[in-house]
């Protein structure tokens, strides 16, 4: 790093102020270089713009500018070529990187670029440009995850698994339908995102440090240029404090990881010898080096786990920004290594769940038996009852004893010896076999929302119609 005119220092954007050189471990502690890299693409494109706002507002001469952006267009192929460009570098971020290689490439022009901007309004830009692309990659791996869960669905419109609650077996369900439970959870997920973004779509470039730029930079020009839809942000010092959007994204990422992790859940659970209803492909579970009958769900756990620690990414931010007083602040920069990575894992478990849901195999003679017994048509009993005229209260109440006499006879209630139930619900004797029988007990249920394999098979026709690349 070799010293320059006008900063002696060196390599740093602030030298002149400075006498003594940074303590070498708190030169480290302060850097950001090592993470803030990931966004060189964007400082870069942000440089342009700005290069060409200077050169319409008059502050650069037309071949300054045009040296400036061939100089930073030529940096962009580099980095493009070596992304590991920024990695050995030794500069304090990625601003200072990008400055001090444009000075290799045009000269002393180069330290004009900064003129009327601050690494304020240049992060806050930088962040937001990152975080468009990044989210539309999640957003592709979300739509993934949806169409191999529809195409699951499709699979098991028809097949029934025992639907829980409370971890209780309750009445039976289809497999598609709870497959499709979780594409409305991705759907809600990426409108979230959708939404997060849009908020997130203005412009912080020319807000300078805290108190707006002094130099007449048409800035509805210049969101344009880098193609923020809502202008330009409207308060300087809202602008470099706000990272509203970056907390909205670690929401987004955190509902997603809700929602993978439940469906992990549900798989583990039913992967478990004691449901054994559903069994992991190869390819996503590993065996115990100790144990060779093993078979573990390591994959469903691992989303599991990850979820603690996307979930954890958003806490951190907002304590990081509580009480931070107006305008900016370097702990501001603790708003990226979480935000990056929550990223980079939420897409990652999406992609992983997607290969889940490709491999998974339901077991669909166990899934029949276990949907069968247990009374799980206890409900369409009573309200087989309340068709022939009986109140639901006084239904429910006759089911139970049903049920009670059922469970003493060691048989389902379709099984109740023929004087039982004329005993009981003489109304129904007669039609309780067939109206009990499980492919009965789903099909009723396709009002609109309902488990019944029709009703199934139309939302994944919708599905299809909707997620069409
Ligand atoms: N590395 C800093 C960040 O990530 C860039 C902005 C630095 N600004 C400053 N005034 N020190 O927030």
């Not at 004329?422 to 099909?443: F, I, K, T, Y």
């Amino acid at each position: 790093m070799s010293g320059t005119p006008g900063n002696p220092r060196g390599a740093q954007l602030w030298g002149g102020r400075f006498e003594g050189g940074l303590d070498p471990f708190f030169e480290t502690f302060n850097r950001s270089l090592p993470f803030d890299r990931r966004m060189v693409d964007d400082d870069l494109v942000g440089s342009i713009a700005w290069a060409q706002a200077l050169g319409a507002a008059g502050v650069l001469r037309q071949p300054e500018v045009d040296k400036l952006v061939k100089g930073l267009q030529k940096l962009r192929a580099a980095c493009a070529h070596d992304p590991e460009l920024p990695a050995r570098a030794a500069d304090e971020d990625v601003h200072s990187f990008v400055e001090r290689e444009l000075g290799e490439l045009v000269g002393p022009l180069a330290r004009k670029l900064h003129t009327g901007r601050s690494r304020n309004d240049q992060v806050a830009t930088d962040l937001k440009l990152w975080l468009r692309r990044t989210a539309a990659g999640l957003d592709d791996a979300l739509t993934e995850l949806m169409r191999a869960l529809v195409e699951l669905a499709d699979r098991t419109a028809a097949l029934p698994i025992p639907g829980y609650t409370h971890l209780q077996r309750a009445q039976p369900i289809t497999a598609g339908h709870h497959a499709l439970a979780y594409v409305e959870m991705l759907a809600r997920d990426r409108s979230r995102l959708a939404d997060a973004l849009r908020r997130a779509d203005t412009c912080p470039l020319g807000s300078g440090a805290l108190a707006g730029t002094a130099f007449g930079v048409d800035r509805a020009a210049l969101a344009r240029a880098l193609e923020f839809r809502g202008g330009p942000t409207r308060n300087s010092l809202d602008t470099v404090g706000d990272r509203d959007h970056v907390a909205e994204v670690l929401f987004c990422c955190s509902m997603v990881m809700l929602h993978l992790s439940r469906l992990a859940e549900d798989w583990i659970f039913l992967g478990s010898h004691e449901a054994r209803l559903v069994r992991f492909a190869d390819a996503v579970a590993t065996g115990s080096s100790l144990m060779p009958q093993k078979k573990n769900p390591d994959a469903l756990e691992l989303i599991r786990g990850k979820t603690g620690r996307v979930l954890g990414h958003l806490h951190a931010l907002q304590v990081t920004l509580k009480a931070l007083p107006l305008a900016y602040d370097k702990d501001l920069q603790e708003d990226k290594e979480g935000l990056f990575d929550a990223l980079d894992q939420t897409v990652a478990c999406a992609k992983v769940m997607t290969t889940v849901v490709d491999t998974i195999e339901y077991d669909e003679e166990r899934c029949r038996t276990a949907a069968s017994g247990g009374f799980l048509n206890a409900t369409d009993l009573a309200d087989l009852l309340v068709r022939a005229g009986v109140s639901f209260r006084d239904a429910h109440e006759r089911v139970g004893v049903a049920v009670r006499r059922a469970l003493a006879h060691g048989c389902e209630l379709e099984e109740l010896p023929r004087p039982i139930l004329q005993e009981l619900m003489p109304e129904v004797a007669d039609s309780l076999a067939r109206e009990l029988r499980l492919d009965r007990v789903l099909g009723r249920r396709n009002a609109v929302g309902g488990t019944a394999p029709q009703r199934v098979r139309t939302e994944v026709r919708a599905w299809r119609r909707r997620l069409a690349r």
